[in-house]
């Protein structure tokens, strides 16, 4: 809102004063005081300004003339500002922060600022007029204070290079103490802004992109961050970045356009731009995004669409202030990490993509070993402002997310047929407990397949063992469908489930021919061996099929022979070996929801 409380400025060409309207928060009060904002109403005077009068004390807003000296030397939207002599017009007392708070005189409290510089305020662009407490600034004035504007003019080189060094020096804190909370305001800004060089004709693009400035430069910290990037913005961003980034955005949203990807976003600070930053990273012609600001909100949406859910992008701070600065020695009692562990307890395979504003290596690989799939690193303010870690981050966030949405669509169909096949074994708790093993195994061995350690993992060691591992339930299914018939004291027969077939019989009394095989599976199994000292799980589990899914019995000798090429089994002297791929453990899940008419993903 507009105060009925004004500065001035001058206007050469005119040669007259116009009085500018202080703009305030909607509670005008002590420390309301909207700088930035009130700075954006000389916008339609800036060619002809030829300098800037205020006073130094406006009781009733809590004004501050350092910060609003300090936000016209940081203008860049109205960079004549910088540029044009700026008079304080009365000696009101203040207080000074050095010395105990002793009440001292403004042209007083500014010397004590620049005591540092060896400067006096004149050489800062600064000049007081002293002006009495009702007195208002009068046209007759302006003679005087423009006789003054050019003895600045003369000196404006050397003006200009003091209020570059203090600028440098100063305005290195920011009112937000957290370096998450500095991150959030920062990144998404910076986000927008960037991929503006792949939005160049949208508009409303460029609308929130001002919007943020307004807002962040509020605080001097964010201001002289801009005050920065608007010179390294005049350089020419590196051809190559910019195409980087435009490949790894067309991977990514190539990979998940068509395919009615759903992700939740969880951020409590949506409305500070990370709404309009996630929907230009992930455009809504390519997925659909749910967003929630609390645990509590993302967990009834995740509970309404969990099974439609492909990727979590979650915050891992969403408690803001009231969680403090965190060093990032234990995340287990951050808000985030706590709510991924609730959406695991309902979902043990929904990925989650953490975004953090800490870049400290321990922290990731704690993220990691709390079940978090991948991390991205938010654009921190703190540091040198520099573009290529800016675009480099943003090409990170469409890489860890390619790496996670792959993931997603490839592993976790995979993972989750792993736990529906144990669902089947469930009432028989010998070989439920086997499967579980199993699945826990292949699960934590899957976890993060795309993560990049080894960029051909996908025919590597990983899924050997991954394929081996889910092969082992051929045990696990001939122990289900294989059912005891006790005929004497030493001998069982076994049979196939709710079939009229016979398997095999076991003799306790003859340990080398423990194991006999009846006619019906010698037969189905092409073999003469009437009995053994060991089972044959092939043949058991052939006499299995045959009556079971007789169909399916060509699929499993085909995955038989690629289990006993992996490098990882004995195989045959002089057979070549070969590596099993994600194609054969997909073949390989689907045979087993076959025989078990299991139809659909849990």
């Keep these: 809102m507009v105060s009925d409380i004004f500065f001035h400025i001058f206007l050469k060409n005119e040669n007259c004063i116009i009085p500018i309207p202080f703009q305030v928060s909607d509670h005008n009060s002590r420390g309301s005081v909207k700088y930035n904002l009130t700075l954006r109403k000389t916008e339609s005077y800036l060619k002809d300004i030829g300098a800037i009068a205020f006073r130094s004390n406006y009781k009733d807003l809590g004004f501050s003339p ?18 044009v002599p700026i008079f304080i017009l009365d000696g009101f007392d203040m207080y000074d922060p050095y010395r105990g708070n002793k009440l001292i005189s403004c042209e007083e409290y500014f010397k004590i600022e620049f005591k540092s510089f060896d400067k006096e305020p004149a050489e800062h662009g600064l ?27 003369k000196r404006k080189h050397t003006i ?30 910076l986000i927008l802004k960037y991929l503006n060089h792949l939005n160049k004709n949208d508009p409303e693009l460029g609308k929130e992109i001002n919007r943020l400035e307004d807002d962040v430069s509020e605080d001097l910290y964010f201001k002289k961050k801009l005050y920065e990037l608007s010179r390294l913005s005049s350089q020419v961003v590196e051809t ?46 390519t997925c659909t995004l749910i967003f929630a600001e609390s645990s509590k909100e993302a967990l009834e949406k995740f509970g309404k669409h969990q099974n439609n859910i492909e990727l979590i992008i979650l915050d891992i701070r969403l408690g803001g202030k009231s969680e403090g600065e965190f060093d990032g020695s234990d995340v287990s009692g951050l808000s985030g990490v706590k709510l991924a562990r609730k959406f695991r307890e309902s979902n043990k395979t929904i990925p989650i993509l953490a975004a953090t ?13 709390k079940g978090i799939n991948n991390y991205w690193v938010k654009i921190s303010p703190d540091g040198l402002v520099d573009q290529g870690d800016s675009f480099e981050s943003m090409i990170s966030f469409y890489e860890k997310m390619t790496k996670t949405i792959k993931w ?22 010998l070989v439920s407990q086997s499967a579980v093993k199993k699945s826990k195994s292949f699960h934590v061995l899957m976890h993060q397949t795309f993560d990049g350690f080894n960029k051909d993992i996908l025919n590597g060691l990983q899924i050997n063992i991954g394929y081996i591992t889910f092969y082992s339930l051929i045990n696990d299914l001939i122990s289900y469908f294989s059912v005891p018939k006790k005929i004497n004291e030493n001998e069982t027969e076994f049979w196939v489930k709710d079939k009229e077939f016979i398997l095999f019989t076991i003799n306790e009394s003859d340990s080398d021919n423990k194991y006999s095989y009846s006619p019906e599976l010698r037969e189905k199994c092409r073999s003469h061996i009437k009995s053994a000292s060991n089972l044959n799980d092939t043949y058991v589990f052939r006499g299995i099929l045959s009556q079971m899914k007789p169909t399916l019995k060509k699929d499993f000798d085909n995955l038989r022979k690629i289990r006993n090429k992996s490098p990882l089994t004995h195989g045959k002297i002089f057979d070549e070996c070969l590596d099993a791929t994600l194609d054969d453990l997909k073949k390989l899940s689907s045979f087993y929801k076959d025989l078990l008419d299991i139809n659909s993903d849990p």
């Design 160 to 189: 200009h290079k003091t209020v570059e060094q203090y600028i440098k020096s100063s305005f290195n804190r920011s009112k937000l103490t957290s370096s998450h909370d500095r991150s959030n305001r920062w990144a998404p800004l």
């Design 408 to 429: 997603s669509l490839e592993i976790k169909p995979l993972i989750n047929d792993f736990f529906s096949i144990c669902d089947v074994f469930k009432d028989n708790s």
């Design 240 to 285: 190559s970045l910019v195409m980087k980034l435009k490949s790894k955005q067309r991977d990514c949203l190539q990979l998940i356009k068509g395919k009615e990807v759903r992700i939740l976003i969880v951020e409590d600070e949506l409305s500070a731009g990370w709404r309009t930053a996630y929907e230009y990273l992930l455009p809504n012609d």
């Design 127 to 153: 000049f007081f007029e002293i002006l009495g407490e009702d007195e208002e600034v009068k046209t007759d004035q302006l003679e005087k204070i423009l006789k003054q504007s050019n003895d600045y003019n």
């Design 66 to 83: 350092l910060e609003f000296y300090s936000q016209i030397i940081l203008s860049i939207k109205q960079k004549k500002l910088s540029e």
């Design 357 to 369: 504003a800490s870049n400290k290596s321990w922290t990731l690989e704690s993220l990691l070993n």
